[in-house]
């Protein structure tokens, strides 16, 4: 019981994470210690329910197997996302009282844009209420059905938002970023090769912008490094090309570089983090991920007349612009965050517990996309379930088992959500990966959960020879993920 305990200490056997030895962490903390504690202390619990295996099978059946229809409490332990999901502070909630609901001019969207500004250095900044606003604001405003958007990855709503104004969005990741296994510090870079040939063959007319995740969620969580982002910056500024960061989790990006690229150890992540956006023309965003708040987001540029075109689509479907479909509380909530998330304890804790989860798997044999991320593990469904073709979604037997096992929702991110079906043969084309996603919530899970998440996933995986693949019975035609329907092929929960 004692190990139990034991903080999110550095583990003692090298792992395949760790052999490779570039992550010494150099201690932000004034205490010298090896164990890694939550740098905060609980005021406010919320009961989680426990299920017996017999409920949770009934649950994902009356679910049609699709764990984005299951219902919140009947869920132990929620690896879903890390979206939203965040633990606010006592200063966020002190926030929460102090905003201000007036419908234009509130005192709280001046808070939030002074430290969206000092942050990011953005002269225009355009609250949205949530990130794939800012996404379709940005690019309805900017793209036709003859352009063309390079990323390192897009996320499934960029994708989404972009596509939905017939332009083509281009994945240009480099190529380690497409080998779970390989580790490597940067995987989420972008192939500027690549970049550089796309611009020669379609013309720096057809790109009105060029996006750049950080870090690169949908490839792994892994992050970009500072020589990309000015790489990347450097060819598109050459060609014209505005540069724009999908900045969802600016601060544990920032935080991978400080850690594993040369020249920035002695930088604190506020410095890096102005640099990185220094290099771009604006950014979109998700305050629900490194904004540490429950819902929010917003766009930021540098152009004068794109923030108000953007502006004047906002009061159409947005709201004002000095709320943007935000209340004043929330406003404030992520002008906090925002603030809170450069804390370098945090940080150091954050990307601990979250390489905590996944040495310990992998530790467990269960193949992982190495090395961490920073706000989620991958497990490899492809190598976890090599009988399992791509047509029979092994992502989505990982993900109903963990369910099954410990109560654990995941979510897959593999061919059930970026696969395609033929409209006319109706067969499938398989994804890139296959990969099942444990996204971390921020500051609400303790190593005590993580240890019991360990020895669910060990579970399933020591029986994954009798586990099987599932067929779609239902799919939507865009984003079919959130509400497709499944049967498994041969039973679960073997
Ligand atoms: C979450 C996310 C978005 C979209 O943000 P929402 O707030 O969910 O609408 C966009 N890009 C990335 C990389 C994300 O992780």
Same mark, same amino acid.
């Given at each position: ?33 090896? &164990? ?101 604001? /940005? ?11 390079? +990323? ?8 989404? +938002? ?50 750049? &995740?950080?870090? +690169? ?10 020589? +990309? ?9 050459s060609h014209g090309i ?20 040369e020249g920035y150890v ?118 976890? /379930? ?38 006319? &043969? ?19 899970y303790t190593q005590s ?46």
């Open positions: 019981m004692q190990a139990r305990f034991s903080g999110w200490r550095e583990s003692q056997a090298p792992t395949p994470a760790r052999s490779f030895g570039l992550y010494e962490t150099p201690t932000p903390t004034r205490i010298t210690m090896k &164990t890694i504690i939550e740098p905060f202390k609980i005021k406010v619990v919320e009961p989680i329910r426990m299920t017996n295996r017999e409920e949770r099978l009934g649950y994902l059946h009356a679910a049609n197997y699709n764990v984005f229809k299951l219902r919140g409490d009947d869920v132990l332990l929620d690896l879903l996302t890390d979206s939203g999901t965040a633990a606010m502070s006592s200063e966020q909630w002190a926030g929460v009282m102090r905003g201000d609901e007036a419908y234009a001019g509130s005192p709280s969207f001046y808070r939030f844009e002074a430290a969206v500004k000092a942050i990011f250095g953005f002269e225009h900044v355009i609250p949205t209420h949530q990130g794939r606003a800012a996404e379709r604001i /940005l690019f309805s405003t900017v793209c036709t059905p003859e352009h063309v958007v390079p +990323n390192n990855t897009h996320f499934d709503t960029t994708r989404a +938002n972009i596509e939905a104004t017939g332009a083509r969005a281009v994945d240009l990741p480099v190529p380690e970023g497409l080998v779970p296994s390989s580790p490597g510090p940067f995987k989420g870079n972008m192939d500027v090769g690549k970049l550089e040939a796309l611009i020669s063959e379609v013309g720096a007319a057809a790109i009105p912008l060029c996006m750049l &995740t950080v870090t +690169n969620n949908t490839g792994g969580g892994q992050p970009v490094s500072m020589a +990309n982002v000015r790489a990347v910056s450097g060819v598109c500024r505005p540069l724009y960061i999908d900045a969802c989790r600016f601060a544990e990006n920032a935080y991978f570089i400080k850690l594993r690229e002695g930088r604190s992540v506020r410095e890096i983090v102005k640099e990185l956006f220094s290099y771009a023309d604006g950014c979109t965003m998700s305050a629900k991920k490194d904004g540490l708040a429950n819902i929010g987001g917003f766009v930021a540029t540098n152009d004068e007349a794109l923030a108000r075109q953007e502006r004047d689509l906002l009061i159409l479907t947005e709201g004002f612009p000095t709320y943007g479909g935000l209340a004043g509380r929330d406003l404030e909530a992520i002008a906090i965050g925002l603030e809170e998330v450069l804390h370098e304890d945090y940080l150091q804790y954050r990307l601990a517990s979250v390489r905590y989860l996944g040495e310990h798997i992998a530790r467990g044999g269960v193949p992982i996309v190495q090395p961490p991320g920073g706000h989620a593990i991958y497990i490899d469904a492809a190598a976890f /379930l090599p009988h399992i073709p791509a047509q029979e979604f092994p992502g989505q037997s990982v993900v109903a088992e963990l369910y099954v096992e410990g109560g654990i929702r995941g979510v897959e991110i593999g061919s059930v959500m970026f696969g395609r079906q033929d409209p006319e &043969t109706g067969e499938e084309h398989p994804a890139a990966m296959e990969l099942v996603r444990l996204a971390m919530p921020r500051r609400v959960h993580v240890d019991f998440m360990v020895e669910a996933i060990v579970q399933v995986y020591e029986r994954r020879e009798r586990i099987g693949g599932f067929r779609l019975t239902y799919q939507a035609p865009t984003l079919r993920h959130f509400t497709a329907e499944f049967e498994p092929l041969y039973g679960i929960g073997s």
